[in-house]
C-alpha cells in the first residue's frame, strides 16, 4: 500500500528553519510530481510548494518564494521542504501529496489538490513570536 509519511515538523520561534521530509513507501514515486500544502487552523488547505518528477522544475505560492524551498532524492523516495525565516502566519499542519504524471497538463496543475492521489497524514508547524 502506498504511503506517504511527513515529519521534521515541530515548533520553533519566529525567524527559525526547519526542514520538513516526505518519505514515501509502497511503491516508486520517482515518476510523480510531489508537493506540499498547508492548512492553518480555521483556513482552508493551501498550496506551500512543488516539484516535477525529474526535479527539474519547482513552484511555489508567491507569498514564500525566497524562504522556502522544495527538493526531492528519488534514490530515497523522498522530498524535502526547507523553511527559513518562519513567521508565525506559517504555523499550520503542512501535508506531503503526490500527483502522477496522467494529472499533470501543466505548471499549473501541481498547484491544485485535486491533481494528487495520495496524501500524507501531515506533521504540525508551530510557530512562536
Known amino acids: 500500500q502506498a504511503q506517504l509519511v511527513e515529519s521534521g515538523g515541530g515548533l520553533v520561534q519566529a525567524g527559525g528553519s526547519l526542514r520538513l521530509s516526505c518519505a514515501a513507501s509502497?511503491?516508486?514515486?520517482?515518476?510523480?510530481?510531489m508537493g506540499w500544502f498547508r492548512r492553518a487552523p480555521g483556513k482552508e488547505r493551501d498550496f506551500v510548494a512543488a516539484i516535477s518528477w525529474t526535479g527539474g522544475n519547482t513552484y511555489y505560492a508567491d507569498s514564500l518564494k525566497g524562504r522556502f524551498t522544495i527538493s526531492r532524492d528519488n534514490a530515497k523516495n523522498t522530498v524535502y521542504l526547507q523553511m527559513n525565516s518562519l513567521k508565525p502566519e506559517d504555523t499550520a499542519v503542512y501535508y506531503c501529496?503526490?500527483?502522477?504524471?496522467?494529472?499533470?497538463?501543466?505548471?499549473?496543475?501541481?498547484?491544485?489538490?485535486?491533481?494528487?492521489?495520495?496524501w500524507g497524514q501531515g506533521t504540525q508547524v508551530t510557530v512562536s513570536s
Open positions: 501529496a503526490a500527483a502522477p504524471t496522467s494529472r499533470i497538463h501543466s505548471g499549473s496543475s501541481y498547484y491544485r489538490g485535486g491533481s494528487y492521489d495520495y
Open positions: 509502497g511503491r516508486t514515486f520517482s515518476s510523480y510530481g
